[in-house]
């Protein structure tokens, strides 16, 4: 007796049990998308038509024939996983037989029953499955202001978790000119509010993955002068949420501890504007 296993239609699949020339079983189900719940179940259905018991349903069961494909990517590869199973489970011979191999069920059991043997069988696919397609992340452009704060030799930077020193920054919001912005980045994130902006340094630009995007990000950064230290807020439980503390480095102590060339070269180009 010789199972046979057909799912590489992936709306419908097909089995047939096999007891001799004369006695083939054959059962149709629908099985969209449904492959892995029904297919064990609807096999046991077939062996119990044809055996009319429950009992000792794979006793007598010789091998399992299975079409390997080429057919839908999770339709076949159920097909062939639950016949190397069985095989595998039962002890059984196995066979695959390639649907452009044959035209009737017929020849399927003809030619799968002379390639039986103790094996597993590989599927074949007729496109590659989309789960291993990378799928292109969205990009998302993100427009940010801010800069450098200098005071009496020594530039303003912070501190994150990460120990990487950073200066001020953040997003444009919508209406928003960019110098206001870097003001108001500025401001925000280093607590003092008497400052003054005395150039523009540049625009750096870097990128990061997020689990559902690709940031490209342009920074707008200034230099600014500290006017007075009397005018400071109190940073609030958010910022320490992202960052450990403000430090204030001399230009050479701040080129050594960061790890972004484009801070350095903004520290080079303040350093040039401040002391001429």
Known sequence: MFLVIDTTDHKKSSLLLVKSKQQVFLHKFRSEYQQSEKLVAEIEKLLVKAKQSKKSLFRGLKGVIVVTGPGGFTSVRIGVTVANTLAWALGLKIAGVAKYEFHTYDELIIIGQKRLKKQTVEPIYDQEP?????????????????????????????????????????????????????????????????????????????????????????????????????????????????????????????????????????????EKVIKP
């Open 130 to 270: 989309n789960i291993t397609i990378k799928k292109p992340k969205k990009i998302i452009k993100d427009l940010c202001a801010g800069g450098l704060i200098y005071h009496q030799g020594k530039y303003l930077l912070i501190e994150k978790e990460n120990n990487e020193l950073i200066y001020p920054k953040g997003h444009i919001e919508k209406g928003e000119s960019v110098e206001k912005a870097a003001l108001r980045e500025v401001k925000e994130e280093s607590g003092y509010q008497d400052l003054e902006l005395v150039i523009k340094l540049g625009v750096a630009h870097f990128q990061y993955h997020s689990a559902l995007a690709q940031h490209k990000v342009t920074v707008h950064t200034y230099l600014f002068k500290l006017k007075s230290q009397k005018q400071k807020k109190k940073l609030g439980a958010d910022w320490y949420e992202q960052f450990r503390q403000v430090l204030w480095l001399t230009a050479a102590q701040a080129k050594k501890k960061v790890h972004f060339e484009n801070i350095k070269k903004f520290i080079d180009k303040a």
